[in-house]
């Protein structure tokens, strides 16, 4: 009993190890494989399109709603003690610092992360990337490389939209609704939001993030168990993996930029 | 000795493979000779995928050699083996055309992808073999909107684009009506000639294969078990072949999943 649940340890272990070098392998391979830009331009505008362009509406409502529930809550404590002034920098930075590339990888894992996954081991599943190879192609170069740098270059550029529309949406109800002063709300807002600070270490954020979840849905995908089984498997294990790593992550960075 | 090197396609030299604990071919040798059609045929579950994914260079055997025109598959460098991928070409089974481009597009994929040559003359080609594949007019569908057998003739057109020396052919009869089945059955034996290919054809199906191969290879067991020329597997010595040929249900391999005796295992709830 007890060896047989220490075989059982060891062969985990050994598979998520085997697991992280593939994943490493075959991001390397993606990553670092020379590009080439006449025949990889184009399939890289056609990614940043699926990718990119198609999260934009999710991004904007979630952005629009996330603010101003912001800015509802961040009102009804400030009032209290007359401090309904600083609601500006209370939703700015809240938004800036987590909630705008947090919440933006979360959703991204979802729809565009899922879909990756999906779509990859579906290509593996009906033999695509294997007919590939065979046809001296490289499926590295040509699949998950424009998907890749797809989603790190979107999903930073989609944070942002997510946090300028949350900022429109703190106004919306701070200062269209519940009356807050529009001035204090935009000049609290520039006094107190630095752009190293919150700004770009928000973006920086949110690139480390684009890594994590394209990595993430992209080996799952690469590494599905070909089987319509497996996929739907693999498709759930990248919203629970890269849900959970950006959280982690999250964590990690915020404690060394506003830590110390 | 030179020139029956050179006669030689593959020449797969005492391979021995196993996927996890499996042992799939333990020591199996085999020859595909250069011009002609050879065929690999077997029950079901022996691994002939796996065979071609070897010669293709994309499983590693544990032992033995495979000689793609003298040259050692396993041995070569990822560049190399790419390189070497170019002559060669597979059919799979499920066709596997790129879900996300026109038939076209997908018969011009590698021309694109491994020439720089003008669009018009990449037009040409790509209806040159979409002709021979009887498929011209479909030029515009997508994978998704074409039959089975539409389909592997369309996967067929894209494998012969770049003109190979040697082409694969995973089990193209599987799940084919018999008009498409006929049509494929032309179209192995017609291309093989017409265009002086090597044809590798691994599957089941006897009566077609038969039909059109040069010589035959019956594996199972992880062994080659019979082998010759169509006519001189008909008249082979071991039952394991003639079950095959003839198709009996029960032979030299039972019916029966290896079992307890039956009146024993009835006999145990009482």
């Not at chain 1, 609290?188 to 480390?208: E, P, R, T, W, Y």
């Not at chain 2, 085999?30 to 995928?49: D, H, N």
């Not at chain 2, 394991?240 to 005796?261: I, M, R």
């Amino acid at each position: 009993m007890f060896v047989s649940r220490l075989q059982r340890l060891g062969a985990d272990t050994i598979q998520t190890v085997a697991g992280l070098g593939r994943a490493a392998l075959m991001l390397f391979g993606a990553v670092f494989g020379k590009p080439d830009v006449r025949k990889g331009f184009p399939l890289l505008i056609k990614q940043l399109y699926v990718v990119g362009v198609l999260s934009l509406l999710i991004i904007l409502v979630s952005g629009l709603f996330i603010g101003m529930v912001l800015g509802l809550q961040g009102y009804t404590v400030l009032v209290k003690f007359g401090a309904e002034g600083m609601l500006g920098p209370l939703v700015a930075l809240s938004l800036l610092r987590e909630l705008g590339p947090v919440v933006t990888a979360l959703l991204f894992a979802g729809r565009a992360g899922s879909a990756l996954t999906a779509e990859i081991g579906l290509m593996k599943a009906t033999e695509q990337i294997s007919s590939m190879e065979m046809m001296a192609v490289d499926p590295l170069r040509r699949i998950i490389a424009p998907r890749f740098w797809a989603g790190v270059i979107s999903m930073p550029l989609l944070a942002i939209v997510f946090t300028a529309v949350g900022i429109l949406g703190g106004h919306l109800v701070g200062v269209d609704w519940l009356g807050v002063d529009a001035g204090s709300y935009w000049s609290a807002m520039q006094a107190n939001v630095d752009l190293h600070q919150d700004v770009f270490n928000g973006i920086i954020k949110s690139i480390v993030f684009a890594f994590v979840v394209m990595a993430i849905a992209l080996h799952k995908g690469f590494d599905a168990v070909p089987t319509s089984e497996g996929i739907a498997k693999a498709t759930t294990e990248t919203v629970v993996t890269a849900s959970l790593a950006v959280l982690a992550f999250d964590f990690v960075l915020t404690a060394l930029m506003f830590g110390g | 000795m030179e020139r029956i090197l050179s006669d030689l396609m593959v020449d797969i030299q005492n391979l021995t493979f196993s996927r996890g604990e499996r042992l799939i071919y333990d020591n199996m040798s085999m020859q595909v000779k250069r011009g002609q059609v050879t065929a690999i045929m077997g029950p079901s579950g022996i691994g002939k995928t796996t065979l071609l994914k070897l010669i293709g260079g994309q499983l590693k055997p544990e032992q033995g050699d495979i000689l793609y025109q003298g040259k050692s598959i396993p041995k070569m460098s990822r560049a190399e083996l790419y390189q070497t991928r170019k002559s060669m070409s597979m059919l799979f089974q499920s066709g596997a055309l790129f879900s996300e481009m026109t038939v076209f597009d997908n018969v011009a994929f590698p021309i694109r992808e491994h020439t720089k040559l003008p669009e018009t003359l990449i037009r040409t080609m790509v209806l040159m073999k979409l002709e021979a594949v009887g498929l011209r007019g479909a030029r515009d569908l997508m994978p998704s909107e074409l039959s089975g057998g539409m389909a592997r003739r369309a996967a067929l057109a894209r494998a012969i684009a770049l003109d190979p020396q040697l082409i694969m052919y995973d089990e193209p009869f599987a799940g084919q009506d018999p008009i498409s089945m006929g049509i494929v059955v032309k179209l192995i034996r017609e291309l093989n000639n017409a265009l002086g290919l090597t044809s590798i054809v691994v599957s089941h199906d006897v009566p077609e294969v038969m039909s059109i191969a040069d010589y035959v290879y019956v594996v199972a067991e992880k062994h080659v078990i019979g082998e010759g020329t169509p006519e001189q597997l008909r008249q082979h010595a071991s039952p394991l072949v003639q079950q095959f040929l003839k198709g009996e249900a029960d032979g030299a391999v039972p019916f029966h999943y290896k079992a307890a005796p039956y009146a024993d295992e009835l006999m145990e709830l009482l």
